[in-house]
């Protein structure tokens, strides 16, 4: 099974900035799919961001010309780098790995991070 270990979260003011990291270990084939998704108090878990294996992003609106994913394949780690950050963006990240392959012959599985807080508060 994969392991994820998060790191980077904490505690920002509004406008500031904070660069979450995931990285990914134990035995992997192949991952298609790294991603980031939050969930705040009394909220459903919502995505943020994925990108591919070929670098291929998406975004949530609410994040979008304020959040970069981007991703070391060589390395297996995601990382989220949050600008402009605001009260709304409080909430708990988890890192996520999709189409992820332990041996060339396994089938396609998922696995979550523990999750990393992120609070954004003056």
């Known amino acids: 099974q994969v392991q994820l270990v998060e790191s980077g979260g904490g505690l920002v003011q509004p406008g500031g900035s904070l660069t979450l990291s995931c990285a990914a270990s134990?035995?992997?084939?192949?991952?298609?799919?790294m991603g980031w998704y939050r969930q705040a108090p009394g909220k459903q878990r919502e995505l943020v961001a994925t990108?591919?294996?070929?670098?291929?992003?998406n975004y949530a609106e609410s994040v979008k010309g304020r959040f970069t994913i981007s991703r070391d394949n060589a390395k297996n780690t995601v990382y989220l780098q949050m600008n402009s950050l605001k009260p709304e963006d409080t909430a708990v990240y988890y890192c996520?790995?999709?189409?992820?392959?332990?041996?060339?012959?396994?089938?396609?599985?998922?696995?979550w991070g523990q999750g990393t807080q992120v609070t954004v508060s003056s």
């Open positions: 996520n790995v999709d189409d992820y392959k332990r041996y060339s012959w396994s089938w396609p599985s998922s696995a």
């Open positions: 990108i591919t294996s070929g670098h291929s992003t």
């Open positions: 134990g035995s992997i084939f192949s991952i298609n799919v």
